[in-house]
């Protein structure tokens, strides 16, 4: 499916950075509960959208098993997040791609988890949000989940055209094939859901 061909109606980007601090809020209360829940050694991971990599060292300062690949599409900010995960070097890996791309996935591999933290936004209109799942989806191995964190609309998010409500978001997940959505978090406007391969 090609996600580049409709754009017309895609919402232009608020620049909307998260803090250190809510990162790690929101990391050390669902995103690693969730890979924890796993139980793989070693637990390979995939970030769709990586930004500065706060996310990621909390991730990796909570899992020492974890291997951790960050995808994002400016060398700039990759740059951010190796001064930022310096300890973890070895564990990490970067990759410099655009998951709006339709062959954003090819050659990247297979993973145990992928997480998502405001990523879909990025998309810059909802309509997208199943075809990257869909995307996401190839890269999982046997066992695996994924595990999406996503304002909702409300809240003083009111464009309807870019924020998902709740069941939006769980509609993406299983359009996209994934079975046994659970929303697990809801917390300040955002939502964390997780999903599976396989019941």
């Known amino acids: 499916m090609k996600m580049a061909d409709d754009r017309s109606h895609d919402v232009p980007s608020p620049i909307d950075f998260r803090t250190e601090k809510d990162a790690r809020e929101w990391a050390a209360s669902a995103f690693v509960q969730e890979l924890q829940s796993l139980d793989v050694r070693p637990l390979q991971i995939l970030e769709l959208g990586s930004g500065p990599g706060f996310l990621a060292r909390c991730i990796l300062d909570a899992i020492p098993s974890a291997e951790y690949a960050m995808l994002g599409f400016s060398p700039a900010i990759h740059h951010l997040a190796r001064q930022h995960l310096a300890p973890h070097i070895g564990r990490t890996r970067q990759l410099l791609a655009d998951f709006k791309d339709d062959a954003w996935t090819i050659g990247l591999g297979e993973f145990d988890a992928i997480v998502t933290h405001q990523a879909v936004h990025e998309l810059r209109h909802k309509k997208h949000a199943a075809t990257l799942h869909r995307s996401a989806r190839t890269l999982l191995s ?14 003083g998010m009111s464009d309807a055209s870019l924020y998902m409500n709740i069941d939006e978001q769980s509609a993406a997940l299983e359009a996209a094939g994934f079975v046994c959505v659970e929303r697990v978090l809801e917390m300040k406007g955002l939502v964390l859901h997780r999903a599976r391969l396989y019941g």
């Open 142 to 155: 046997r066992a695996a989940s994924i595990s999406s964190a996503t304002t909702t609309s409300g809240d």
